[in-house]
């Protein structure tokens, strides 16, 4: 596969309070965001290339109702702290960006209600309207939102990139396991340099 900046765009998974901040949902449970905060830093730095090279960046949050109603077994039974905690309700502080993060004008924010940034969204209509058939990925957890998108991603046939920097995970063993796996089988894993490179200019191939 070639990373190259025609037809491509920047997507930063879920780079909000709740995952990266010392008040949100993980930090109040206990646990270890610094890996995430760090892959928002990243995160970050890619995001001004992406701007300097004219590369679309599209930011997605992991955002329920109130009442947990569009919650499903998500919220019922698989990870029912979510609920119990008050977590990732819209409107709440842990939806929003982490401070040090903006959207810049014309720049999109998908909201989602589950893992995958393509379930019940409208992420792929937006990709299909601009032709875009490259996507580079940044953003938390790995094992989790990053990793269920890559997934989603490299099954619809997008050729599919995610910098090793620019992703995080509290649970390190998980991190590992998803970069091998999303390596394996649905994307290429590459440095922020390289992706810096491909941003500048210079063609990358894998």
């Not at 077994?73 to 401070?99: I, N, Y």
């Not at 209509?125 to 032709?131: G, K, M, Q, S, T």
């Amino acid at each position: 596969m070639q990373l190259a900046r025609d037809r491509c765009i920047l997507l930063l998974i879920d780079l909000q309070n709740a995952f990266c901040s010392p008040d949100g949902d993980l930090s109040r449970r206990g646990r270890d965001i610094t890996t995430m905060q760090a892959a928002a830093r990243s995160c970050a730095r890619l995001a001004v290339a992406a701007r300097a090279a004219q590369v679309p960046v599209i930011w997605t949050r992991m955002m329920l109702r109130p009442d947990y109603a569009d919650g499903g077994r998500m919220t019922s039974d698989l990870l029912p702290h979510l609920k119990t905690a008050g977590a990732l309700q819209r409107g709440s502080r842990d939806v929003e960006l982490v401070d040090g993060l903006a959207v810049e004008p014309g720049e999109d924010v998908i909201d989602k209600p589950r893992n995958s940034a393509l379930f019940g969204t409208p992420l792929e209509v937006h990709l299909n309207a601009r032709r875009i058939d490259r996507v580079i990925v940044g953003g938390v957890t790995t094992s989790m939102c990053v990793d269920t998108t890559v997934r989603d991603l490299g099954q619809r046939d997008y050729a599919t990139f995610v910098v090793r920097e620019a992703v995080g995970d509290f649970d390190q063993a998980r991190h590992a396991a998803a970069l091998a796996a999303m390596a394996f089988g649905f994307a290429r894993v590459i440095s922020e340099r390289d992706c810096m490179a491909a941003l500048n200019g210079n063609g990358l191939d894998l």
